[in-house]
């Protein structure tokens, strides 16, 4: 079965962090861009990070930069999220998809290409 699998969410508090991991099974990660997205309770779902086959590319949305990065190891078909200086606005649940990511006149652009699966609960609360 093709499919992704987030995990490593949980409670934290403001300025804390989590990393995150996205699993590929029944598929090889290698040649494709990854990226998270998040969605808030009441919110639409949003693009938060990208990242090309190769790892040379990365990309952010304006609200994570700084402090979100994006990884990825092939050997492992896993791709990371490791989030840092948590606030309560980052609190959504994340997924991870293949996805087309870069750069337009309207700024970074992140488009899944991927079916969703169940994502992973951040919680960030005192």
């Known amino acids: 079965q093709v499919q992704l699998v987030e995990s490593g969410g949980g409670l934290v508090q403001p300025g804390g962090s989590l990393r995150l991991s996205c699993v590929a099974s029944g598929f090889t990660l290698d040649y494709y861009r990854i990226a998270w997205f998040r969605q808030a309770p009441g919110k639409e779902r949003e693009g938060v990070s990208c990242?090309?086959?190769?790892?040379?590319?990365?990309y952010y949305a304006d609200s994570v930069k700084g402090r979100f990065t994006i990884s990825r190891d092939n050997a492992k078909n896993t791709v990371y999220l490791q989030m840092n200086s948590l606030k309560p606005d980052d609190t959504a649940v994340y997924y991870c998809?293949?996805?087309?990511?870069?750069?337009?006149?309207?700024?970074?652009?992140?488009?899944?290409?991927?079916?969703w699966g169940q994502g992973t609960q951040v919680t960030v609360s005192s």
């Open positions: 990242i090309s086959s190769s790892a040379a590319n990365t």
């Open positions: 998809a293949t996805a087309s990511c870069g750069f337009n006149s309207g700024g970074t652009y992140f488009t899944s290409r991927g079916s």
